[in-house]
């Protein structure tokens, strides 16, 4: 794959996104993408800063775990959006600007998208990407968040062939999916504006007006799942989020809010994954 065209990019912005961009930056290595933005400046309010780069040498995934992307095989990409207001339930914005992106893929004619609470890209029963989200800056009024994303376009044969999470068997890129992925520009142009666009929402109306846009992607919605938190295990069958994006799971006792955990599939045999 050619190296990516920052001025391509940012010429193929919608007027609306791109009048409220500072700047858009793309490298060729970096160690992060989102640790890159957390050290700079915040932008003002409304507005947004966007890195892109070839290749992470220290990319990172939710929970500390690594997030492997070798070089030019996929979109590694951050956005910095400045609220004006601190948002209400801002831990659902994961969720929201999952279905962004979900949005994006779909209008470049890509099928078959879901996702795994709370920040997991589905494609062919495996992993295609992910979501990162961190708080930059935050102050009483107003909140800077750094999304970063991950999507795999092209791997190489030895990384699909890596064991997959608990969760799925295997990793899977859009090449594999689609056959055609489109180019990692025209993709870099709709997960901007998608993404830029679930930030105004967000910062309107909160998660509401995108939870019944989860349902339809919602991968684990009627699967039976374990689900580790820091006070212990619970088991039961996914049941949608609620409005402010937490994850439901019926037990035999009851229906839980589960705010915060690691979601694992049992294997064939009833096990552990």
């Known amino acids: 794959m050619h190296v990516l065209d920052a001025k391509s990019i940012r010429e193929s912005i ?17 160690e992060s993408t989102n ?7 915040s932008p003002a309010p409304g507005r947004f800063r966007v890195v892109l780069a070839d290749h992470q040498t ?36 994961t969720l ?3 279905i962004g992106v979900a ?6 004619g890509i099928g078959g998208i879901s996702l795994k609470w709370p920040n997991d890209i589905i494609a062919c029963d495996g992993k295609l990407g992910g979501i990162l989200t961190e708080v930059q800056n935050s102050a009483s009024n107003r909140i800077t968040v750094v999304a970063g994303i991950g999507l795999n376009v092209d791997l190489p044969d030895s990384m699909q062939l890596l064991d997959g999470p608990s ?10 999916c689609t056959g055609n992925p489109p180019s990692r520009e025209k993709l870099s142009v709709a997960v901007i504006e998608s993404l830029f666009d679930c930030m105004v929402r967000f910062e309107s109306d909160g998660f509401a007006p995108f939870q019944d846009s989860w349902e339809k992607y919602d991968w684990l919605k009627g699967k039976q799942i374990i689900v580790d938190m820091p ?19 019926r037990t035999d006792e009851n229906r839980r809010r589960i705010i915060s955990g690691t979601i694992s599939l ?6 552990h994954a």
């Open 96 to 98: 929201a600007l999952g």
């Open 231 to 249: 006070d212990g295990r619970c088991c039961g069958i996914a049941d949608g989020v609620d409005y402010d994006g937490a994850l439901g799971i």
């Open 167 to 176: 969760w799925t068997n295997k990793i899977v890129d859009l090449k594999e």
């Open 58 to 93: 220290a990319g990172r995934g939710r929970q500390d775990r690594t997030w492997q992307s070798p070089p030019s095989s996929g979109l590694c990409l951050s956005m910095a959006y400045t609220f004006g207001n601190v948002p209400d339930k801002l831990p659902s914005l």
């Open 266 to 271: 049992p294997d064939e045999r009833g096990n």
């Open 14 to 30: 919608t007027s609306v996104a791109a009048a409220r961009l500072d700047m858009l930056e793309v490298f060729s290595e970096i």
């Open 35 to 41: 640790s890159y933005l957390l050290e700079q400046p």
């Open 103 to 108: 949005e994006a893929l779909e209008r470049l």
